[in-house]
Nanobody, 123 residues
């Protein structure tokens, strides 16, 4: 199984920044970040191709969040700037599985592996 481990969440004041990390030892694939706010569905935030050249963002985070990866470290990052209270959520790292249908970079169904999540709280 592919194990994804997120880190970097925590409390932050509005306007501040956080950087989330996701390690996926020995596995390189299309990766994404999702989030689920209380009472809401899990939504796609950002996605990145296996080589890191292509990136995709939800409209709500464009210009504020940046996804990147360092394949030598098997790590994907989500740099979050200008954070807003509405960014408060549990953030999940996801990896595309082998095979499976493709529904787009920000669709849950496109991904086969998930981390446990890291909480981000913006006040």
């Amino acid at each position: 199984d592919v194990q994804l481990v997120e880190s970097g969440g925590g409390p932050v004041q509005a306007g501040g920044s956080l950087r989330l990390s996701c390690t996926s030892p020995g596995y390189t694939a299309f990766m994404g970040w999702f989030r689920r706010a209380p009472g809401k569905e899990r939504e796609g935030v950002a996605g990145i191709t296996s080589g890191g050249v292509g990136t995709y963002y939800a409209d709500s985070v464009k210009g504020r969040f940046t996804i990147s990866r360092d394949n030598a470290k098997n790590t994907v990052y989500l740099q979050m700037n200008s954070l807003k209270p509405e960014d408060t959520a549990m953030y999940y790292c996801a990896a595309r599985g082998y095979g499976g249908n493709w529904y787009g970079p920000l669709e849950k169904a496109s991904y086969g592996y998930w981390g446990q999540g890291t909480q981000v709280t913006v006040s």
